[in-house]
Nanobody, 123 residues
Framework: QVQLVESGGGLVQPGGSLRLSCAASGAISSITAMRWYREAPGKEREFVAG?????????NYLDSVEGRFAISRDSAKNMVYLQMDGLKPEDTAVYYC???????????????WGQGTQVTVSS
């Protein structure tokens, strides 16, 4: 089975930086896109950033993080990263990795989620 595992969360002061990583492993044939979501206490999970897996590496961001966050990928390692600079208290949330993945020898693709990593921004 496919697994997504996040790492890199922690506690930082406002204005600080963190780099999140997500590694996909298992019987993977292809990945169509990789994304980051976040979920703050009492709020619904929201999209943060995404990147396509084609040669264009199309990126898109939540308006409130654009210019501060940067998503990137390493196709050879099936990994995606989220560099977060200029962090604000409102960025505090559990961050989740998400990917749509086709399994080897299967015609269908499925949506997979990681377990989440906590990011806390506080003075």
């Amino acid at each position: 089975q496919v697994q997504l595992v996040e790492s890199g969360g922690g506690l930082v002061q406002p204005g600080g930086s963190l780099r999140l990583s997500c590694a996909a492993s298992g019987a993977i044939s292809s990945i169509t896109a990789m994304r980051w979501y976040r979920e703050a206490p009492g709020k619904e999970r929201e999209f943060v950033a995404g990147i396509s897996t084609d040669s264009n590496s199309q990126r898109n961001y939540l308006d409130s993080v654009e210019g501060r966050f940067a998503i990137s990928r390493d196709s050879a390692k099936n990994m995606v990263y989220l560099q977060m600079d200029g962090l604000k208290p409102e960025d505090t949330a559990v961050y989740y990795c998400n990917a749509h993945i086709q399994i080897l020898h299967s015609i269908r693709a499925y949506n997979y989620w990681g377990q989440g990593t906590q990011v806390t921004v506080s003075s």
